[in-house]
């Protein structure tokens, strides 16, 4: 059963750090890119940085640039979000996700359209507070 999990969520001060990890289950990840997204409380889903299959090309959103990096570790079937310098802003759930069913070769083509995956974990809540 294909699954994705993750974690590293909490509740962190303004300019602090945290670490997301998004696990896969029941299918290589290395084959496919795999995007973070985030949910804040009233607004819709956004996404926020994809990785291509190999790792050799990313892409974020402007609000997150400069602060968040996306990578990956194939050998352990796991994506990650390193989280820097956040904001009141940032908090939200976040979410990873996959395309299977048409994983445009790899790469971050077209990554922010939420329509296009297949696969999503259920998500875990970042809270920026003070």
């Known amino acids: 059963q294909l699954q994705l999990v993750e974690s590293g969520g909490g509740l962190v001060q303004p300019g602090g750090s945290l670490r997301l990890s998004c696990a896969a289950s029941g299918f290589t990840l290395e084959h496919y890119a795999l995007t973070w997204f985030r949910q804040a409380p009233g607004k819709g889903r956004e996404g926020v940085a994809c990785i291509s299959s190999n790792g050799g090309s990313t892409d974020a959103a402007d609000s997150v640039k400069g602060r968040f990096t996306i990578s990956r570790d194939n050998a352990k079937n796991t994506v990650y979000l390193q989280m820097n310098t956040l904001r009141p802003e940032d908090t939200a759930d976040y979410y990873c996700?996959?395309?299977?069913?048409?994983?445009?070769?790899?790469?971050?083509?077209?990554?922010?359209?939420?329509?296009?995956?297949?696969?999503w974990g259920q998500g875990t809540r970042v809270t920026v507070a003070s």
């Open positions: 996700a996959v395309r299977i069913r048409d994983d445009k070769g790899g790469t971050c083509t077209g990554w922010i359209y939420l329509r296009e995956y297949d696969y």
